[in-house]
């Protein structure tokens, strides 16, 4: 169901000719007439990253909450509504609120240029600010630096999930080049939490520390997590923890979640106890990403023996770690891909490390997103990589070819985009 602050968003979306215009001056100018919400707001945990910023702060957010902490959670893009990218106590905000804050922040506006997430960041931050909170958890829209978020000046932590190569028309294209924006997050005295990191990106974040005076604590160096058999073990700073598993599937959400657990400990008066942390591993929920379906028309479409998981990756990072991920769910069994990707994506990049895994590819065009790939130039990249791929009309009509073709029943992952993965969610529950 579509929110009734649809209307408003739209003439939003009409108030720059751009979909993304990287700066700070539009923000700061709206916030100022707004009298700065973002000033007003409790204590902020910030991340920026290229992977795994959302499931870190969904795994933060379970820990804090199962410790009694009332939390505000932020993120983007939405799967399905709007409202998903403002969570109170991890519940979308409510239409009312939603709607009012938008119409302020439009009143404030007026007609002057404002990119879309600048102009529904101030309204996240308005409602922050208006709602009796222990701590804000903000995760960046794009990069740092000039991130509608990096208006909030002095924050409680920092955390910096894995970087890499994203968004190069705007974060630049190489790897220490999209380090640097993100470290542009990092403030004064402010710890800054790295998860892993390649050598240039670190020298990056190392670099950026130091100047500023950052205390800074490093994956592989300060701390690291592991499985060992069905326990994680996180080692802080000479501390060996020994907690459950992440509830959230795949092998790279062991790194998340040591990286929420090392949050969790430095929060200070507002750190959960170790209860509360095991707790919030296990009770986590983050949609879309490697989300097994169990309902809806492409489940019945593919019948029995077949799974339906649903990934929203779409980078060549993202490609490595469902290509770690796999094999551990599909058991032995041959896996079949539904891919849908925007045109800005290096699609080739993100198939190549599926490429021994997948035993066929359909492709499909994002639904009612203009600017993605088309399903058949998608399929002759499978080709070009020695994968047996063909165009589909649909990501339905993807998974009956799949019934109608392959055998023996096997997983099928749909994957490649946020947008594709909102899609399948709208009618998959």
């Not at 203009?370 to 791929?389: F, I, K, N, Y």
Request: aromatic fraction near 4%.
């Amino acid at each position: 169901m579509a929110s009734p602050a649809e209307p408003i968003l739209r003439r939003l979306a009409e108030l720059h000719p751009k979909r993304i215009d990287l700066s700070l001056g539009r923000i700061e100018r709206l916030l100022a007439r707004l009298d700065h919400p973002e000033r007003r707001l409790p204590p902020v945990v910030h991340i920026a990253g290229t992977n795994g910023k959302g499931s870190t702060l969904a795994l933060l957010d379970a820990m804090l909450q199962a410790a009694g902490r009332r939390t505000l959670r932020y993120i983007s893009p939405h799967l399905v509504r709007f409202n998903e990218r403002i969570l109170i106590q991890g519940e979308p905000v409510d239409d009312a609120r939603l709607t009012a804050a938008l119409e302020a922040c439009e009143r404030a506006n007026g007609s002057e240029p404002i990119t879309f997430f600048e102009i529904t960041t101030a309204a996240a931050f308005l409602i922050f600010a208006g709602t009796p909170a222990d701590i804000v958890l903000l995760e960046t829209g794009m990069g740092g630096r000039l991130d509608a978020t990096n208006t909030v000046e002095r924050p409680r932590l920092v955390l910096i999930s894995p970087v890499s190569m994203d968004h190069e028309a705007f974060l630049g294209n190489t790897l220490a080049a999209i380090a640097g924006e993100k470290a542009g997050i990092m403030k004064p005295g402010v710890p800054a939490i790295l998860g892993p990191q390649r050598p240039e990106a670190l020298a990056v974040f190392e670099g950026r520390a130091a100047a500023l005076g950052c205390p800074l604590l490093v994956h592989g160096r300060d701390w690291s997590a592991r499985r060992e058999g069905e326990r994680l073990v996180v080692e802080d700073e000479g501390e060996r923890l020994e907690l459950p598993l992440p509830s959230l599937p795949g092998v790279h959400q062991i790194d998340n979640a040591g990286l929420a657990v090392v949050a969790a400990r430095r929060l200070d008066e507002l750190a959960p106890p170790g209860a509360a942390i095991a707790r919030g591993l296990v009770e986590a929920r983050w949609p879309a990403r490697l989300q097994r379906l169990i309902e809806g028309p492409m489940v019945r479409a593919l019948g029995p023996g077949f799974e339906l998981w649903l990934d929203g990756g779409h980078n060549p990072a993202a490609g490595e770690v469902l290509a770690a991920s796999l094999p551990a769910l599909a058991r032995g069994r041959p896996v079949h891909l539904i891919v849908g990707m925007l045109a800005s994506k290096d699609l080739e990049a993100f198939l190549r490390p599926l490429v021994p895994l997948a035993a066929s590819l359909r492709t499909v065009a994002v639904p009612d997103e203009p600017a993605t790939r088309d399903a058949r130039d998608e399929a002759e990249v499978g080709q070009r990589l020695g994968l047996r791929a063909e165009p589909a009309g649909s990501p339905l009509e993807a998974a009956r070819a799949i019934t109608a073709a392959e055998r023996p029943p096997g997983l099928v992952l749909v994957c490649g985009s946020l947008y594709l993965a909102g899609h399948v969610l709208r009618e998959h529950r």
